[in-house]
């Protein structure tokens, strides 16, 4: 069975610095893997996609890796800034649905 | 653009009480998903569907039936409300499966008292 584990649970910074926060699966059969933004009592937000055969994707001040031998995916967040403060999920996906971990929450304090 | 769109966005419910969530999906996307979300656990995926007229059970379907008559919209309905039930309900599409990224509802916050 899947299973999906983010760490840490919860992390607090000052506005500025460069942060990762962990992804991993215990199965490497996976089609791809989806990062998730999620503010409180909003629904998810899609951040980045990669699929089985990638390494990594980049949007704007993310940049995700994704190495599926180690079970293991990155976020990698640049400059962080008050407004990055929210809960982040991964999602690896399986045959017909994701399975997600129970998340990260980020505070970036101005 | 509304992507997916869940109505109602929050509701209170008596025990014994049933209602129907609804999610629309603009995207002509085949595949839809009703997940629960509870704290500590993560999300959980209640039922799902691989295209109009299909529907499947997913890891925690007890308790919830769902329809799909039309591609955009997937139903969510528990026929006799129980405590257990309240939670954060999300709907999601993608356009095919797994292999493609999916998109999320705003929620709904349900509380069963």
């Known amino acids: 069975k899947q299973e999906v584990t983010q760490i840490p649970a919860a992390l607090s910074v000052p506005e500025g610095e460069n942060l990762v926060l962990n992804c991993s699966f215990t199965?490497?059969?996976?089609?791809?893997l989806q990062w998730f933004r999620q503010d409180p009592g909003k629904g998810l937000t899609s951040l980045l996609l990669?699929?089985?055969?990638?390494r990594e994707q980049t949007s704007g001040r993310l940049n995700a890796s994704l190495d599926k031998s180690s079970g293991r995916s990155t976020l990698y967040i640049a400059a962080s800034q008050p407004g990055d403060s929210a809960t982040y999920l991964c999602a690896v996906t399986g045959t017909y649905k994701y399975i997600f971990g129970t998340g990260t929450r980020l505070k970036v304090l101005a | 653009n509304a992507g997916v769109t869940q109505t109602p966005k929050f509701r209170v419910l008596k025990t014994g009480q049933s209602m129907t969530l609804l999610c629309a999906q603009d995207m002509n996307h085949e595949y839809m998903y009703w997940y629960r979300q509870d704290p500590g656990m993560g999300l959980r995926l209640i039922h799902y569907s691989v295209g109009e007229g299909t529907t499947a059970k997913g890891e925690v379907p007890d308790g919830y039936n769902v329809s799909r008559l039309k591609k955009q919209n997937f139903l969510l309905g528990l026929e006799s409300a129980a405590p257990s039930q309240t939670s954060v309900y999300f709907c999601?599409?993608?356009?095919?499966?797994?292999?493609?990224?999916?998109?999320f509802g705003q929620g709904t916050r349900l509380t069963v008292v």
């Open positions: 199965d490497s059969a996976i089609y791809n």
């Open positions: 999601a599409s993608s356009y095919w499966g797994t292999r493609t990224e999916a998109f």
């Open positions: 990669i699929q089985s055969s990638q």
